[in-house]
């Protein structure tokens, strides 16, 4: 069974500052993981995924996280903090190909304020 | 852009009623999700549906829970007897493919059971 941690529930960053979102994954599988973003009164959104392959991904709106397998982590982040980047972030597991199961196990979620 | 919709976006209702959550996924989507969020809490998974039945589903998708898609278009969640505990943002989601794809998520239902 997969399972995801992510540390804070609340990060504050002034605007221009870098954001580092943590996510910490546990996975008997090589897993799949993503991070979605939650914009007020919105769905959620992919911001990027990580499957196979390159274990820095790039996504949307300037964010990208690196897969580290050896600390079982997909920490995002971002170089310059907007004030658009204001949201709920979420981070999921899935099973990969080997596993037995393809639904995505989500984190409780980061509240990312962001200070002019 | 294509997106998943869901109705209502709050629904109020009495401890002990039926509540019939709505969604309608993207058009050419196969995989159909139900997830909640109790506030202050993690998204969890409810159930998965595909080829009009139900591919998995979690612990707390019991007897109380039901899902169908009645006519194509729409992707109901019927809770038959609604809990305080109910109350939570329900999100849809639909997928195109299985494996390693993007889940499009719907902007939620908040059930407020009172």
């Known amino acids: 069974a997969q399972s995801v941690t992510q540390l804070g529930s609340h990060v504050s960053v002034s605007e221009g500052a870098l954001v580092l979102l943590r996510c910490n994954y546990s996975s008997s599988v090589p897993p799949y993981l993503f991070w979605y973003v939650q914009y007020p009164n919105q769905g959620l959104q992919l911001l990027l995924k990580y499957t196979t392959g390159a274990t820095l991904v790039k996504g949307i709106n300037g964010f990208e996280a690196e897969f580290k397998k050896s600390e079982t982590s997909f920490h995002l982040t971002k170089p310059s903090a907007h004030m658009s980047d204001a949201a709920e972030y979420f981070c999921a597991v899935s099973d990969g190909p080997s596993g037995g199961s393809y639904i995505p196990t989500f984190g409780r979620g980061t509240s990312l304020i962001v200070h002019p | 852009e294509p997106e998943v919709t869901q109705t209502p976006s709050h629904q109020v209702t009495q401890m002990g009623q039926e509540v019939i959550l709505r969604c309608v996924p993207i058009?050419?989507?196969?995989?159909f999700y139900w997830y909640r969020q109790i506030l202050g809490q993690k998204v969890e998974f409810l159930v998965s549906?595909?080829?009009?039945?139900?591919?998995?589903k979690s612990e707390i998708f019991d007897d109380q829970f039901s899902v169908e898609r009645p006519d194509g278009s729409n992707f109901t969640l019927k809770i038959r007897s609604t809990k305080l505990e109910d109350s939570a943002m329900y999100f849809c989601?639909?997928?195109?493919?299985?494996?390693?794809?993007?889940?499009?998520f719907g902007q939620g239902t908040r059930l407020t059971v009172v």
């Open positions: 058009s050419n989507h196969l995989y």
């Open positions: 549906f595909y080829n009009n039945e139900i591919s998995e």
């Open positions: 989601a639909s997928s195109a493919e299985r494996m390693g794809t993007e889940a499009f």
